[in-house]
Nanobody, 120 residues
Framework: QVQLVESGGGLVQPGGSLRLSCAAS????????MNWYRQAPGKQRELVAV???????NYADSVKGRFTLSRDSAKNTGYLQMNSLKPEDTAVYYC??????????????WGQGTQVTVSS
């Protein structure tokens, strides 16, 4: 019914930048929230940034001032701009969205994840 596809991950040096994208497709009426999580090796998945429809983004303390979450509602796409990257930002980044389907159902959907590696 719905697919989330992330892109933009890769290898970057400390201090560098990456921009992740999350494109939603399928039987979508609207997207209530589009969020980003990450999971580092041996650690639990953690919430990085949250953006609900009509609201302002909220960020984990560890990324405040460095990451920016935005959405293009017309394209059903979310973006996570990551600046001043640190080695501790290395993780698999997952897009998560609360999607209202054309049937009226609310679907909690996840992308497949994209690897971000920060290393010199």
């Amino acid at each position: 019914q719905v697919q989330l596809v992330e892109s933009g991950g890769g290898l970057v040096q400390p201090g560098g930048s990456l921009r992740l994208s999350c494109a939603a497709s399928g039987s979508i009426l609207s997207i209530y929230a589009m969020n980003w999580y990450r999971q580092a090796p041996g650690k639990q998945r953690e919430l990085v940034a949250v953006l609900t429809s009509g609201g302002s983004p909220n960020y984990a303390d560890s990324v405040k001032g460095r990451f920016t979450l935005s959405r293009d509602s017309a394209k059903n796409t979310g973006y996570l701009q990551m600046n001043s990257l640190k080695p501790e930002d290395t993780a698999v980044y997952y897009c998560n969205a609360d999607i209202i389907l054309v049937t009226g159902e609310l679907l909690d959907s996840w992308g497949q994840g994209t690897q971000v590696t920060v290393s010199s």
